[in-house]
T-cell receptor, first 114, second 112 residues
Framework: DSGVTQTPKHLITATGQRVTLRCSPR?????VYWYQQSLDQGLQFLIH???????AKGNILERFSAQQFPDLHSELNLSSLELGDSALYFC?????????????FGPGTRLTVL | DAKTTQPPSMDCAEGRAANLPCNHS???????VYWYRQIHSQGPQYIIH???NNETNEMASLIITEDRKSSTLILPHATLRDTAVYYC?????????????FGKGITLSVRP
């Protein structure tokens, strides 16, 4: 158990819909990262927040957005869902900002878009 | 971040050492070598990281060549639970962009 929690575990929805994935980092960790894992693209970095501020963006679509709240939990919002958005979504947390901190990953949310 | 190359798969017998190679010939002086693994769709798990010296922890050992162009992750006594995809990642220490860039990894199968 990494100490990172993600809800829900599974989500099934239809094309065009909007969903919110939630992540609670390990106690005390200020950084939250979101990754997407699909069969064809592998594990890809989406976005990084540190203490409530966006720090870096990866291959995140404009239909996706995220935020980190004052209590440090984070939400990833996916809208106008397409079949290709079906994937595992992981969040990870780390203690600080710098690159040498290991990231602890949550169990993931499996999103299925029908 | 420098690119890494790993063979797609390997196997080893339970109880034996598993030696997982990784090439990172374009690694820069300020880049670390990290290893993570992912067991069957679970979240990736940190294993170990190093800069130029060999490193050991309770999970594994990391051997980095003197020129730092390649490294080997060693699981000293592989068990069936070590069957997973292992990712070798190179990333810089400095800077605020601390994302992990995953490649395809190497699938390790531990056989009984």
């Amino acid at each position: 158990d990494s100490g990172v929690t993600q809800t829900p575990k599974h989500l099934i929805t239809a094309t065009g819909q909007r969903v919110t994935l939630r992540c609670s980092p390990r106690s005390g960790d200020l950084s939250v990262y979101w990754y997407q894992q699909s069969l064809d693209q592998g594990l890809q970095f989406l976005i990084h927040y540190y203490n409530g501020e966006e720090r870096a963006k990866g291959n995140i679509l404009e239909r996706f957005s995220a935020q980190q709240f004052p209590d440090l939990h984070s939400e990833l919002n996916l809208s106008s869902l397409e079949l290709g958005d079906s994937a595992l979504y992981f969040c990870a947390s780390s203690a600080a900002l710098l690159a040498n901190n290991e990231q602890f990953f949550g169990p993931g949310t499996r999103l299925t878009v029908l | 971040d420098a690119k890494t190359t790993q063979p797609p798969s390997m196997d080893c017998a339970e109880g034996r050492a598993a030696n997982l190679p990784c090439n990172h010939s374009t690694i820069s002086g300020n880049e670390y070598v990290y290893w993570y693994r992912q067991i069957h769709s679970q979240g990736p798990q940190y294993i170990i990281h190093g800069l130029k010296n060999n490193e050991t922890n309770e999970m594994a050992s990391l051997i980095i060549t003197e020129d730092r162009k390649s490294s080997t992750l060693i699981l000293p006594h592989a068990t069936l639970r070590d069957t997973a995809v292992y990712y070798c990642i190179v990333r810089a220490l400095t800077g605020a962009n601390s994302k992990l860039t995953f490649g395809k990894g190497i699938t390790l199968s531990v056989r009984p």
